[in-house]
């Protein structure tokens, strides 16, 4: 933690976040690529989501008139291009280093996350940033984001290409898309649980109360979160970062006219 | 991720850990790698195990089918659930309208006008498409052989017994040699959500032309949108070339 410490810890609480940690003190958990990162992802995934039951439900579609259809259908595209786009950007412009870090905590699962996985009994378990739970549902979001895009390009070639066919495609895509929602339910649901919903403005503000992280997260020594690993060099990223998001508007132009 | 067993800077446990923790397996690389190849190579298998799944239904009672998300591809719609009950003692089939001869079949009349067979691939205007369904039915010049249209005809439209629920063809369009007005699929009598007993069948284009549930034919001298065609959809719904598509 790069903060000072600003007051003595209670008595009997210090764990792996430091006796600097009071109830007053909040410690930083997140930084500001994975706020953008998660900001990026969850809320194109939502609109994702939105746009693809418009598509796909016969009473939405009866809802908004059935002419609406092709635009539709337009919007889901563009914010797919976006999409894609806005994560590179993140990527591009973020703290890279920091988003590798990230990726490997939730790549390694130690004996206390699948503790924490296999029983609700047992989610006392020490936790360090992220809990198993947490780490599941990373991994898992980002691999359906890969099938998503992959079965959504599959979609898109054998609409505009006459005799190309995926017939699994459609499948795989509603498939994975049910399966996203219902991490994303499990996902908000716990995030706004009375338990944990303290730590809810920590995606947002990057903090969480220090007496939070201690009870939740005792396993965390947050000196291995260094806020910034290697702050990002603005001048060359600007224009690569200018490319990207060209290229993007350029691809989510010609997703909706070909 | 911090594993360690040796706690922060100055940091003490309240109590010793009784678990042992070892420095974390990179399972969740592996679930991630796991999941996209399954994801992805299942755009090629993906079709085949759920026709596999479905064929493998084949014993269980309708009801239980059309509730397991993989009941051969189909994706059931209605406009005003619940769906339309056949009771094949009082069922009848009209055709009025412009006609010499309205007419009205019982089911078993049906049954015996000239039935006709086909293989054809169904397609919905939402993206899905189900290959190969097999259906048996009555073609439409031998259903109106009887009534006779009169010249002033110009098309007709299909009522459903599921109130709203109408569609149309014109002349020219009901006259397609793969046009048929079904009541048997995949060899069985049509099931209650496919439209039980009898629905319109036209491959050339998107499945909400095809009334299910139909149980009236009006001829007409001038054609009218149907049920989706108020609300949006193209009214000549040829697959491939209508609907923005």
């Known amino acids: 933690m790069s903060e000072p410490a600003s007051s003595t810890p209670p008595p009997g609480h210090v764990g792996a976040i430091g006796p600097r940690a009071s109830y007053q003190h909040r410690v930083h958990r997140f930084s500001g690529s994975e706020r953008a990162l998660h900001m990026v992802h969850g809320s194109s995934f939502l609109a994702m989501m939105a746009t693809g039951f418009m598509l796909g439900l016969p009473c939405m579609v009866?809802?908004?008139?059935?002419?609406?259809?092709?635009?539709?259908?337009?919007?889901?595209?563009?914010?797919?291009?976006?999409?894609?786009?806005?994560?590179?950007?993140?990527?591009?412009?973020?703290?890279?280093?920091?988003?590798?870090?990230?990726?490997?905590q939730f790549e390694s699962l130690d004996a206390d996350d699948l503790l924490w996985l296999r029983s609700k009994a047992a989610r006392q378990a020490p936790q360090a940033r992220f809990n198993g739970g947490q780490k599941l549902h990373a991994i898992v979001q980002a691999a359906l984001t890969v099938i998503l895009f992959a079965s959504g390009i599959a979609l898109w070639v054998e609409l505009k290409a006459s005799g190309f066919a995926v017939p699994g495609a459609l499948g795989v895509h509603d498939y994975a898309m049910a399966v996203a929602v219902f991490f994303v339910v499990g996902h908000v649901g716990m995030a706004l649980s009375p338990r944990i919903r303290t730590s809810l403005p920590s995606i947002l503000r990057g903090t969480v109360p220090a007496s939070y992280a201690r009870s939740h997260h005792a396993d965390w020594d947050e000196s291995d979160d260094p806020r910034e690993i290697r702050p990002p060099r603005t001048a060359g990223r600007l224009f690569v970062g200018a490319v990207a998001l060209g290229c993007g508007v350029v691809v989510a132009v010609a997703l909706t006219n070909v | 991720m911090s594993s360690s067993q040796e706690p922060g800077p100055g940091a003490a446990r309240e109590t010793p850990r009784e678990v042992t923790l070892d420095e974390g397996r990179p399972i969740g690389r592996r679930v991630f790698l796991g999941t996209v190849g399954l994801g992805i190579t299942s755009l090629l298998w993906g079709q085949a195990a759920i026709d596999l799944l479905s064929k493998s239904t084949s014993a269980l009672p309708q009801g239980v089918r059309s509730a397991i998300p993989f009941g051969q591809g189909w994706r059931i719609y209605a406009v005003n659930p619940p769906f339309p009950t056949f009771d094949r003692a009082s069922w009848t089939f009209t055709i009025e309208g412009l006609v010499e001869k309205p007419i009205t079949y019982t089911y078993d009349q049906l049954l015996a006008l000239p039935a006709a067979d086909q293989t054809t691939d169904f397609h919905c205007v939402t993206g899905w498409s189900v290959d190969d369904v097999v259906w048996k039915g009555v073609r439409l010049d031998d259903l109106l052989a009887e009534a006779k249209p009169l010249a002033s005809a110009k098309g007709m439209e299909f009522w459903s017994m599921e109130e709203e629920y109408v569609d149309t063809l014109t002349l020219d369009q009901a006259a397609m040699p793969d046009v048929m007005l079904a009541y048997e699929m995949y060899g069985q009598p049509i099931p209650r959500e496919h439209g039980a007993p009898t629905r319109m069948v036209i491959p050339k284009m998107y499945g909400y032309k095809g009334t299910k549930w139909c149980n009236r034919i009006k001829l007409v001298d001038r054609i009218e949108d149907g049920y989706w065609e108020v609300r949006g959809y193209d009214r000549d719904a040829w697959v491939g070339d209508s609907n923005g598509l």
């Open chain 1, 62 to 104: 009866k809802a908004y008139g059935a002419e609406h259809r092709p635009l539709v259908l337009d919007v889901h595209l563009v914010i797919a291009a976006l999409w894609a786009t806005a994560l590179s950007l993140v990527w591009i412009f973020g703290d890279r280093a920091r988003l590798r870090h990230t990726r490997e």
